[in-house]
């Protein structure tokens, strides 16, 4: 398993040689890519001069954004620094994106802080403002994470076992407060396909204490899967209707 052929370069997207090792990034990009869209595609609808709408607006981007710069320094902290230890200076570059990023996400406080201290009805122009600097944000973190998971997987399925890679990704996960843990498993569980939520499910029912797993199935599987989805999801792992 942990024989692998890195003949996969940034620009092949098929992942030949790779399939079958431990996709540390795959479940979390899904889901931080289902919740840039769904983002945008709300500050895009929203009436700015409605002050009801965008409180709610800007409370939900608000937590995103503390969602997002977790992610970056749970990469870091945990990823990174053992990848730095194996092969110091392959990390420099993904690391350079991750201050672009930070630096985007400063742009949408001060937006949002912007925006909260001006009257609803002159807010129509930073409502656009902050569709565009959302956009930028989004334009580069959806490269930077293609750029994780078609040169930074191969190297660190090259560098790692998957034991190795499964160990890092639980340092992560035990670092989640309870109220992270739901929130990460409301955005990757809607968008796996149904094979892989229900593997992904499988492996966190094995891992995780009873209350835990039925926590993240109450939480986070029933309220954003379709009736469908659920049934799928609930015949696959054997849960009582
Ligand atoms: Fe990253």
């Known amino acids: 398993m942990s024989e692998t052929p890195n003949s996969f370069s940034g620009n092949n997207l098929s992942g030949t040689g790779l399939v079958g090792r431990h996709d540390i990034y ?77 630096y985007r996400f400063h742009e949408l406080e001060q937006l949002i802080a912007t925006i909260e201290a001006t009257p609803a009805r002159q807010r129509a122009p930073l409502g656009r403002a902050l569709y565009l600097a959302f956009t930028n944000y989004m334009s580069e973190d959806f490269a930077h994470m293609r750029e994780e998971e078609t040169v930074m997987w191969p190297t660190l399925c090259a560098l790692f076992t998957d034991e190795e890679l499964q160990a890092q990704e639980g340092q992560i996960v035990s670092q989640l407060s309870p109220d992270e843990a739901i929130f990460s498993m409301r955005l990757m569980i809607p968008s796996m396909n149904r094979v892989e939520r229900a593997i992904f499910l499988a492996k966190v029912k094995t891992g995780a204490p009873p209350q835990a797993f039925n926590a993240v199935i109450e939480f986070a599987a029933r309220p954003t899967l379709s009736a469908e989805d659920f049934a799928d999801l609930s015949d696959r792992l054997g849960l009582a209707a």
């Open 26 to 102: 795959g479940p979390i990009h899904k889901g931080l890519r289902l919740a840039q869209a769904g983002l945008l595609t709300r500050i895009g609808s929203t009436d700015f001069e409605d002050a009801v709408a965008t409180v709610a607006l800007l409370d939900e981007l608000k937590s995103n954004l503390d969602f997002f710069k977790a992610h970056l320094r749970h990469e870091e902290e945990v990823m990174h620094a053992a990848v730095e230890a194996k092969a110091p200076g392959t990390m420099a570059r993904l690391e350079e994106q991750h201050d672009e990023h930070r």
